[in-house]
């Protein structure tokens, strides 16, 4: 039903900061939940954080809570994730995703979770 596209990943320094974006299309994206996991090469598909559909409520990891920051424009269809303070181990495949759940965000940090997905940007950190 909707269909998401993220930009905005690239080769950045640790301590740098980087802003990615995820269009959506097709749907109607208040009424998604939206997410943003990343994949490691070897590792599995990690949540990074999620916002309900509304923008206003959020819920991060513990990994990148004080460093990155989610919001949703509704009005835009478009999710952000902004990344400071970027370190090596950010250096992942970002990717959003759209839920349909309805459930407490908290117990949203799973894949599982999840219908759709977008191709995924890439974000390397060196140090």
């Known amino acids: 039903q909707v269909q998401l596209v993220e930009s905005g990943g690239g080769v950045v320094q640790a301590g740098d900061s980087l802003r990615l974006s995820c269009a959506a299309s097709?749907?109607?994206?208040?009424?998604?939940?939206m997410a943003w996991f990343r994949q490691a090469p070897g590792k599995g598909r990690e949540f990074v954080v999620v916002?309900?559909?509304?923008?206003?409520?959020?819920y991060y990891a513990d990994s990148v809570k004080d460093r990155f920051t989610i919001s949703k424009d509704n009005a835009k269809n478009t999710v952000y994730l902004q990344m400071d303070s970027l370190k090596a181990e950010d250096t992942a495949v970002y990717y959003c995703a759209a839920s349909t759940k309805n459930q407490a965000l908290i117990s949203l940090a799973t894949t599982l979770s999840y219908d759709y997905w977008g191709q995924g940007t890439q974000v390397t950190v060196s140090s």
């Open positions: 097709g749907g109607t994206f208040s009424r998604y939940v």
């Open positions: 916002a309900s559909r509304t923008g206003v409520g959020t």
